[in-house]
């Protein structure tokens, strides 16, 4: 990562990251046959920018992108990106004209949806099951009725379906029984929607864990989210692939400064100093989507060394331990990495948290600025600013 002077605060991508595990993922879902693999970069790309995340997968071998909304597909078309592009997360009143007119597929979870669909048509749109999420997708009691319409719809011109799909709860937990289940209702779907004379181009339900841990849920293509930007989709269990972190959240220290032993840090005063020490101000606080929860359990890097955040973290700024020593203001300060050099990664800020390193990543923005960089080619792109995506997954 070129050592530029950066602003108060930043987000560093590194694209050729994300280029490289897609090209390990693909490799890895197509070992028995060719598997295609869709890129997720909905959420603005997890945080790491979407357009930028979704030409860096592209050039790593994606053949699909997979967003949630019409405004994301939208966007990338603005963006430049012309293959093939599925949302599916839609509202009532969304503009599937538009998404048609763009190319983009769109994805019906129920019969209303998929004449809604059609009647901006023809259009190119896939069907969602549940089949044992219950969330998005239509009920096992509505699907021959629902492939039944799909079909009329077809047989009318007004829509070609591409694609049947489905979206695992559990595969992070391999040993889950829903993850049998769920399987084995998919494959009782697709079963169905052959016999109502359907004959879609893709069957997919695998998402980043399951195309990993479950082979034979990877059917003719695998929706690869998180894995893509180098962050475990089951920590604990997934073995060592050399999935690399893409993503680097770097600041300057403000300043240092000394404090007596029994002082107290921070709002509430929530830690107390055991003896004299230093600390460090980082101009970094929840409003930038640092979790406030981070206070007094997670750590930064600074000179080589883990540095704990003391004290609640503030919506601004947080405050963290330099065990005596008294760095210069505009000292790097690291808060996630690759860990390399031993900084903390997503992974684990999520533990310190409780949470997922999706929600780590994705919640990043606020006044941090975005600067996406190549380690293939040392190509540094210009900053913009970055915005929250929140959870999903």
Request: negative net charge; contains cysteine; charged residues 20%.
């Amino acid at each position: 990562m070129p050592d530029l002077v950066p602003p108060r605060a930043e987000i560093v991508v590194d694209v050729a990251a994300i280029r490289a595990n897609v090209r390990l993922l693909k490799d890895l879902v197509s070992t028995e046959r060719p598997v295609r693999l869709m890129a997720v970069v909905k959420a603005d790309g997890y945080g790491h920018g979407m357009a930028e995340a979704a030409a860096a997968a592209r050039s790593g071998g994606a053949d699909w992108l997979g967003v949630a909304t019409i405004e994301e597909a939208l966007a990338l078309r603005a963006a430049g990106d012309r293959g093939p592009l599925l949302c599916w997360l839609s509202a009532p009143g969304d503009d599937f004209a538009a998404a048609v007119a763009a190319d983009v597929e769109v994805t019906a979870y129920t019969v209303a949806e998929l004449d809604a669909i059609a009647a901006a048509g023809p259009a190119r749109v896939q069907l969602k099951v549940d089949t044992g999420l219950s969330r998005g997708g239509a009920v096992r009691a509505e699907w021959e009725t629902f492939f039944a319409a799909a079909a009329a719809h077809e047989s009318a011109g007004r829509v070609r379906v591409t694609g049947v799909w489905s979206h695992f709860a559990a595969s992070d937990e391999p040993a889950h029984p829903a993850n049998d289940q769920q399987e084995a209702a998919f494959r009782e779907a697709l079963a169905l929607a052959e016999q109502a004379g359907l004959r879609p181009d893709l069957a997919h339900l695998a998402n980043s864990a399951a195309a990993i841990l479950r082979p034979s849920s990877r059917f003719d293509l695998v929706r690869c989210g998180i894995a893509a930007y180098g962050l475990d989709p089951a920590p604990g269990v997934t073995p060592r692939l050399g999935l690399r972190p893409a993503m680097t959240v770097r600041a300057r220290l403000v300043m240092s400064k000394p404090v007596a032993a029994g002082d107290g840090v921070s709002y509430g005063h929530t830690w107390h100093a055991e003896r004299d020490t230093t600390v460090g101000v980082v101009p970094l606080g929840y409003a930038d989507g640092i979790p406030r929860a981070a206070g007094n359990t997670a750590s930064v890097w600074v000179e080589d060394s883990l540095r704990p955040v003391r004290g609640r973290v503030c919506m601004d700024q947080l405050v963290v331990d330099l065990h005596g020593e008294l760095p210069a203001p505009g000292t790097e300060v690291v808060l996630l990495g690759p860990g390399d050099r031993g900084e903390p990664t997503a992974q684990d800020w999520a533990e310190a948290v409780g949470t997922i390193s999706y929600e780590v990543v994705t919640r990043l923005g606020g006044r941090l600025v975005r600067r996406h960089v190549d380690s293939d080619t040392d190509a540094t792109s210009t900053t913009s600013e970055a915005t929250t995506g929140g959870d999903v997954r």
